[in-house]
């Protein structure tokens, strides 16, 4: 029995097998740089992608694809979580996902305890959690044509998606318009080269959003907003020794996302949790000037503090740091 999650692509000789293995993200299209290469003229050179988080989940992502990506039958106009046995459909290649490894623990549910459950949860860490919004997306997909609406959202996906794998994370969750990102720290703190690496992503992940405002005909540029906490959150393994599964939780998860929101009763791009900012300033200095404001974030009962400002401010910072970090090389 093949334990290994994998797809069967339905070809006129029987059923091909692609495992999904060796990797954490796997794409599909006629080009030969892809990790499957379909020879189906109704699929684009790049068409999906396929990527397992560290949650165990996976999503599939159209990459701007002509035709269009479906999951039983409905266009994927954003990344969408796929279960065991759903069908997707790329161009006229049909495929069923399967992930046997779900199937197991969902049969085995029903031998695990209550205790053991909840014991589940049991790594203390300290993280920054990075949460990133497309602002008004709702409004972009009233105005704009699906084709057309498809391309951007699967490129911002997979583009935003490149970046911060560059710098050291990956995409936890797909959120409809959002993802989350996480970056894990030692227990001494975040270093100065962690601190360039979150908030280089961030300006990279902001320059890629604007540049695909210029490829695109939109009814307005894309924009997008972001909230950085960093602080201790519980980690899950609920998976098996050699595929972990984790997932983070807890009041620093929380307010990354109540920090995003709040960007947008501020006025500004970005907000940061009071550690994030200590930690950004003690490498910045007076490189970074974002102001204080105090905000009342939904779900907490006092007002919060925190440091917002925008992509300007944070692209002087990076160019900083950048030629500062080629001139400590040399």
Known sequence: MRLTPHLLLQTESGNRYLPLAGSKCWTFGRSDDNNFVLPDRWMSRNHAM?????????????????????????RVSFPVTISNGDRITLGQSELEFHCPSAM??????????????????????????????IRDFTVLTRKLDEEILSAVIGSWFREAGNIIREHGSWVDKYIGDAIMALWFHSPEGV?????????????????????????????????????????YAMLGNTGSGDRPDYTAI????????????STKQIGLDIALGEKTYQYLSALAGKEIDFKQYTVNLKGYESPTLTYAGTFTELDAFCRLALSTKKAMSF
């Open 250 to 261: 807890g009041d620093t998860v929380n307010a990354a996302f109540r920090l995003e929101t």
């Open 104 to 133: 197991n623990n969902t049969d085995a549910s029903d031998d695990i305890d209550q205790e053991s459950m909840t014991s589940i949860l049991h790594i203390r860490r300290l993280m920054s959690v990075m949460v990133i919004d």
């Open 191 to 231: 270093t100065n080269e962690e601190i360039v690496h979150i908030f280089q992503a961030l300006n990279d992940l902001s320059k890629m959003t604007a540049a695909l405002s210029n490829k695109y005909p939109l009814p307005f540029p894309l924009r997008i907003g972001a909230g950085i906490n960093t602080g």
């Open 50 to 74: 396929l990527q397992c988080t560290e949650t165990g989940d996976f999503y599939l992502i159209d990459l701007g694809s002509r035709n269009g990506s479906f999951v039983n039958g409905r």
